[in-house]
C-alpha cells in the first residue's frame, strides 16, 4: 500500500511537470519578438530611392540608420530610414526645402537621437571649387565633412545643440569660399 500511494504520488509529480513544461514553452513560443532596429542594406536603400523617385547626393550611417541626402527636380532633402525588425518595415522621417538661387541650402534637425545639419551648395562654381564644409555649433565646438565631389554634406552632432551658428565651405588650399551665419 505505502508503495502503491508512494507510485501515485511520483505519478502526479511528473504529470505535473510535464504540464508545466507543455504550459511553459507554450507560452514562450507566443511572447512577440522583440522588436529591434538596423539601417536599411543596398537593395533596400535602391528601392526606396526608385520608389520616392528622387536622386541620392549622399548617404551617411547612424549606427542604426541612414540618413540619406537627396534632390529632385524641386527641392532637397533628406530622409532618416531605418528597419524595423522583425518585420522587416521601413521607417522614415523626410525633411526638405525648395530649391532657390541662394548659394547653399541648409536644412538640419537640432535634437533627437541624431542632430544634423545637410548642407547643399546650390551654386555651381562653387561647388566645384568646395571640398570641405565646416559648421560651427558655438564658439568651441565644430563638425567638418569633405565633399568628395559632391555638391553637399550631412554633418551630425554627438549631442542635442541649441542652433547652427555658421556655415563655412572651404577649398583645396583651406581658403574660405563662402560663409553664412545662422540655424537653419
Known sequence: MFVQTCTQ????????????IVIMLFTSACQPAVTTFRPPNQNELQAFIKDQDITP???????????LLYENSTSFGYYTLTVQEPEGGLVSNHVSAAKSD??????????????????VIQDAALAAE???????IDSQNRLTATTNGQVGAILVSPSPVNEWRTVTLYNAQGQVLYSQEGQP
Do not use: F, N
Request: charged share 15%; glycine share 8%.
Open 57 to 67: 547626393v549622399m548617404e551617411k550611417l547612424l549606427d542604426d540608420s541612414t540618413a
Open 130 to 136: 568646395t571640398t570641405a564644409i565646416e559648421v560651427s
Open 102 to 119: 541662394q548659394p547653399i541650402l541648409i536644412i538640419g534637425q537640432l535634437t533627437g537621437d541624431w542632430p544634423l545639419i545637410a548642407v
Open 9 to 20: 504520488m511520483t505519478d502526479g509529480v511528473v504529470r505535473g511537470l510535464v504540464i508545466l
